[in-house]
């Protein structure tokens, strides 16, 4: 008998082929809790993507002053951060509004939805 060919394809198997997945057919579901608290989540979800839309857009508006007023000074360095900055918080921006279809297609390539 060969054990050591044995060993080896269980190792190469990998933890997941051991046995079935206990959480087959579980999702995610607030309803126990009840219909006050389900309500209470959505409504602190949606006052913290709200706040956190409003602190990246004043970024955004921050450095595309910090960007013009560098440019009317002409530093160049200055400039470039100001640039730079008003790239990243739009990005920024663009992600957090779109926070729910990201989620959500997670969600659906887990197999949740």
Do not use: Y
Request: no cysteine; proline share 3%; charged share 10%.
């Amino acid at each position: 008998m060969n054990t050591h060919a044995s060993i080896t394809d269980l190792l190469l198997q990998g933890p997941l082929a051991a046995g079935a997945n206990p959480l087959d057919g579980v999702t995610p579901n607030l309803e126990l809790l009840g219909v006050r608290f389900s309500n209470m989540v959505t409504l602190v979800l949606g006052a913290i993507w709200a706040l956190a839309l409003a602190v990246i857009a004043a970024a955004f508006l921050w450095n595309l002053a910090k960007w013009g007023l560098a440019g009317q000074r002409g530093n160049v360095d200055d400039v470039e951060d100001g640039s730079a900055g008003a790239k990243r918080s739009a990005i920024a921006f663009f992600a957090t509004a779109i926070a729910g279809i990201i989620l959500g297609a997670l969600l659906a390539v887990a197999g949740m939805l």
